[in-house]
């Protein structure tokens, strides 16, 4: 009877397991579900929480800028001609609030060239809460505006025109003037989001104001030619000499009156001398990194009949890029997509706060060069400016450079792809000759 009721027993027992496993399953099914989307909301709240911390920044503590003694002593001593002394006595009377620790580190640094001060420049043991470089667009917006406010405020002393404001005080190269310079510094930063040091603002206006395209006079234009020719190509010099900012604008002027570039699109052909030129000073470019010399890109520049740095810009945003992707196998790959919504997703508002370099090294932009993002997103950004007038610097952000893209229409370029394979099978054709020089 046993051996007739185990059959049963086992039916019923496997029967009920099942149910119980099924059961059990089940329950566990839920339990993991609900485990994934409390895991997910807290992910998402605490993305939210992130973010309103980093917009709710710690105001910094503020302090009158008399509260400096080497004000007070600067303030006994200005005149009442010279336009530096007009500008900083104005604020100075005006005894305006300034960031405690950017009060406390009141250093001074001259920078020659239109460059941001670097990190290097500034004190080590800097405050943390101090920001350094990487200025957006509001931020340059801001100092702008905050110099014609000042502008403004002391025309009725002043009485000078806009550039020779810009003249008096930011292309004047006197080293001694510093602190007087940071107090102009100290006015400019005002509104700014983050906490600056007076001398790197004032160095950033003066990049910002003094680096405008200027029209050169024909009385200046004659004193570069007769320097260059009695002294030499002296740049820093020349530039001292017509109180002018930066000693690029000089040689550039140079270059310009005395070299007669051509412009316009690169031809097929000029690529290729490009492609060839460049293969046959280094054939491993692509692969060590390692860029031409000046010298090198003077010599393909003056087979062109080019500025030799336009055709240097030329082969990193345009032709290296074509390679690389090539050997990446992403030629066809449209980045500009994948690149605005990274961007994005990082709250990257603008071309300032990307570091191309790192970027290029994602796996999702294989293949691509720094230059050739920038490039995209430079691209990007003047369509988007173009469809949308009413958008000011400021508001020209990489979300409303995602809002143009996700709503505007693209169509295949058959030229394009045309020229590309005229590249790379032109590319192909360098390579195979110098692997064919390297087995003789």
């Not at 027993?9 to 089940?26: A, D, G, N, P, Y």
């Not at 029209?215 to 530039?239: C, H, R, S, Y």
């Not at 958008?391 to 020229?419: C, D, H, M």
């Amino acid at each position: 009877m046993a051996m007739i009721l185990l059959p049963m027993v086992t039916f019923t027992t496997r029967k009920t397991m099942r149910t119980i496993s099924s059961s059990v399953w089940h329950l566990n099914s839920q339990i993991h579900t609900t485990s994934i989307c409390e895991s997910s909301l807290k992910k998402t709240e605490n993305k939210i929480k992130q973010k309103k911390q980093k917009r709710q920044k710690k105001l910094p503590v503020v302090r009158p800028i008399m509260e400096c003694g080497k004000h007070k002593a600067i303030q006994t001593e200005l005149g009442q001609d010279a336009p530096l002394d007009i500008f900083v006595s104005h604020i100075l009377a005006m005894d305006i609030l300034v960031p405690k620790v950017a009060l406390e580190t009141n250093v001074s640094v001259f920078q020659g060239n239109l460059q941001n001060i670097s990190r290097q420049s500034l004190p080590k043991d800097l405050d943390p809460d101090v920001k350094v470089g990487r200025y957006s667009v509001r931020d340059n917006e801001i100092i702008l505006e905050n110099w014609s406010h000042l502008k403004n405020q002391t025309s009725k002393k002043l009485q000078l025109d806009e550039k020779d404001a810009i003249k008096a005080i930011f292309e004047d190269t006197n080293k001694d003037q510093g602190l007087k310079k940071n107090i102009i510094g100290y006015f400019l930063s005002q509104g700014l989001p983050d906490t600056r040091l007076a001398t790197e603002v004032f160095q950033r206006a003066r990049i910002l104001l003094s680096s405008r395209k200027r029209n050169f006079t024909p009385e200046e234009d004659k004193i570069i030619l007769d320097f260059v020719e009695k002294e030499g190509k002296k740049w820093a010099a020349l530039t001292k000499l017509l109180k002018i900012a930066g000693p690029n604008s000089a040689q550039n002027r140079y270059n310009a009156l005395t070299n007669n570039y051509k412009s316009g699109p690169y031809t097929v052909e000029e690529d290729k001398i490009i492609l060839s030129e460049v293969f046959t000073v280094n054939k491993f470019v692509l692969s060590d990194g390692n860029n031409l010399t000046m010298e090198d890109w003077k010599r393909i520049g003056g087979k062109l009949g080019r500025n030799p740095l336009y055709v240097n810009s030329h082969w990193r945003k345009a032709l290296e890029p074509i390679l690389t992707r090539y050997q990446a196998g992403t030629l066809g790959v449209d980045v500009r997509k994948a690149l605005l919504d990274h961007l994005v997703e990082h709250n990257k508002d603008y071309t300032q706060d990307v570091d191309w370099k790192e970027l290029s090294k994602l796996p999702k932009f294989a293949g691509t060069t720094p230059a050739y993002l920038a490039q995209k997103l430079h691209g990007m950004k003047t369509s988007t400016g173009e469809m949308s007038p009413e958008l000011s610097p400021a508001e020209l952000t990489v979300g409303a450079i995602q809002s143009w893209f996700n709503n505007s229409e693209r169509n295949g370029n058959q030229k394009k792809e045309e020229y590309q394979e005229e590249m790379i099978a032109y590319y192909t054709e360098i390579m195979s000759q110098e692997r064919g020089k390297d087995t003789e």
